[in-house]
């Protein structure tokens, strides 16, 4: 069966980077893109990025431009993505998602991120 | 960026009632979007997708229907299960966007 596992919640200072995994399995990984979407406390669901497992392909919303790195590595199946000048408003749940197409139809657990000094 | 007004942003029901959650593209997206119902704690779970196609697994009291800038997903029989917050998300071009949420709760 499909399933994406998650590293674990992580607590960074505001100004670092946090590096979160999202490992595969049950499907060709390389067939399908990576989604990760966010959810800050309180709030709704925000898009943070797209990753074809097939060629490296990316795309960013533009308020992440250049704080976001979205990266696979296939031998283990892993998509992983990273954020770097951490602020207070990225604390948030991470999660990952395959992308079948048009839509996500399976979803990793989540990431906890917290950013505090 | 295309904006998704979704509405409302809560809503009280009972079980068995029918409920409607609308959503509102700023701009024609076909048929583009995608429901999500939300637990806390839980990931997201995909309800429908392309407008009106039941996500396999989902129970067939939900259906969602639209065209265009106007979406609606329907419960038509609400069961326990089914308290959660629903999201619409579009997908006509990047940046992906969701609606701000409905929050369903009981009565």
């Known amino acids: 069966q499909v399933q994406l596992m998650q590293s674990g919640a992580e607590v960074k200072k505001p100004g670092a980077s946090v590096k979160v995994s999202c490992k595969a399995s049950?499907?060709?990984?390389?067939?399908?893109?990576v989604n990760w979407v966010r959810q800050a406390p309180g709030q709704g669901l925000e898009w943070v990025g797209w990753?074809?497992?097939?060629?490296?392909?990316?795309n960013y919303p533009q308020k992440l431009q250049g704080r976001v790195t979205m990266t696979t590595d296939t031998s283990t199946s892993t998509a992983y993505m990273e954020l770097r000048s951490l602020r207070s408003d990225d604390t948030a749940v991470y999660f990952c998602?395959?992308?079948?197409?048009?839509?996500?139809?399976?979803w990793g657990q989540g990431t906890l991120v917290t950013v505090s000094s | 960026d295309i904006q998704m007004t979704q509405s409302p942003s809560s809503l009280s029901a009972s079980v068995g009632d029918r409920v409607t959650i609308t959503c509102r593209a700023s701009?024609?997206?076909?048929?583009?979007v995608n429901w999500y119902q939300h637990k806390p704690g839980k990931a997201p779970k995909l309800l429908i997708y392309?407008?009106?196609t039941l996500q396999s697994g989902v129970p067939s009291r939900f259906s969602g229907s639209g065209s265009g800038t106007d979406f609606t997903l329907t419960i038509s029989s609400l069961q326990p299960e089914d308290f959660a917050t629903y999201y619409c998300?579009?997908?006509?071009?990047?940046?992906?966007?969701f609606g701000q949420g409905t929050r369903l709760e009981v009565k």
């Open positions: 990753i074809s497992a097939y060629n490296g392909n990316t």
């Open positions: 998300q579009q997908n006509y071009m990047p940046p992906i966007t």
């Open positions: 392309a407008a009106s």
């Open positions: 701009q024609n997206i076909h048929s583009y």
């Open positions: 998602a395959r992308r079948y197409g048009d839509y996500d139809d399976y």
């Open positions: 049950g499907y060709t990984f390389s067939n399908y893109g």
